[in-house]
């Protein structure tokens, strides 16, 4: 497999399975769609490939901007995901970041060293 979506997790959230498992799936989701818009060819990769889908950690916010920031200057799909607040955690807390589907070689320099959940 050439081709990966890569979810970065706050892990100073401290969120419930079910919150941590939707919080993945909308950024899944939001990256899938991002992707498809704008590099068809990845997004078609990584379809054609089986979907391939990493969840990683990120110490907090902090981190996740940081990462934010490289996969943009990488030109790498990307979906920073902000919880509304309706149920553990308080509005507009940010929770994720999805990057790609991309390549493997251009995903792992910006999260290839984060611990998996």
């Not at 706050?10 to 498809?36: F, I, N, P, Y």
């Not at 990120?58 to 149920?87: F, M, N, Q, V, Y």
Request: one cysteine or more; aromatic letters at 4%.
């Amino acid at each position: 497999m050439e081709y990966k979506l890569v979810v970065v997790v706050r892990e100073d959230l401290k969120m419930s399975g079910g919150k941590l498992a939707v919080q993945v799936a909308h950024a899944a989701v939001s990256c899938a769609l991002e992707s498809r818009a704008k590099n068809s060819s990845w997004f078609a990769s990584w379809y054609r490939e089986g979907q391939r889908k990493v969840v990683l950690r990120a110490a907090d916010l902090e981190e996740l901007r940081i990462l934010e920031s490289k996969a943009a200057r990488a030109g790498l799909p990307r979906a920073l995901i902000t919880d509304a607040g309706l149920t553990e955690l308080p509005p507009n807390t940010t929770t994720c970041l999805g990057i790609g589907p991309a390549p493997e070689d251009k995903v792992d320099p910006i999260t290839g060293s984060l611990p998996l959940v």
